[in-house]
């Protein structure tokens, strides 16, 4: 049998701590179109932890599927640490999981909305201790990056630097 070369260590990490804890974890993405879900995923018992995720690559999904706010998404647009913030938390709230992580952000090779190839932001959400997750106030985080290298390179390294961060956020 053939381990899953997207899942790595850190995939592996974050797996056997929110099975060792009993929460879940949901996923909005849009820069990494399921790749994230996908890295979760490729790890054995991903089932006990991995609620599910939304692809939001157009920015009407954003909005539609994750919940964004038309006022977000207007003055800040797609890629946006605010943008990210809401879709983190619509991914905990639409999937029922106790974390919502998010990655929104500009692949290359050209810009978008005046933002430059490799940056990225990573929003993370945690439903409040002691509160159903449909019910709960979030707590959350986003993380600005800059990455560099080509479309691939800053998928997976926006995949696998946002699970860092949950991670962190964990301890």
Known sequence: ??????AGKPARQLVTELTRRGQTVATSESLTAGL?????????????????GLIVYATDL???????RADTLERF?????????????GAAMRCG????????????????DGKAPGTVFCGLARARAGQAVE??????????????????????????RSIGELLDWLE
């Open 135 to 160: 019910d709960a106030g979030f707590d959350t985080k986003v993380v600005g990056m800059s990455l560099q290298g080509d479309r691939w390179d800053i998928r997976l390294m926006s995949c696998t």
């Open 62 to 68: 954003k909005a539609g599927l994750a919940g964004v």
């Open 77 to 89: 647009g797609p890629v946006a640490a605010g943008t990210a913030e809401e879709l983190a938390v």
């Open 97 to 112: 999981a106790t974390y919502g992580m998010s990655l929104t952000g500009v692949a290359g090779p050209d810009p978008q």
């Open 1 to 6: 049998m053939t381990a899953d070369p997207l």
């Open 36 to 52: 994230l879900s996908a890295m979760i995923a490729g790890v054995p018992g991903a089932s006990a932890v991995l609620r599910g």
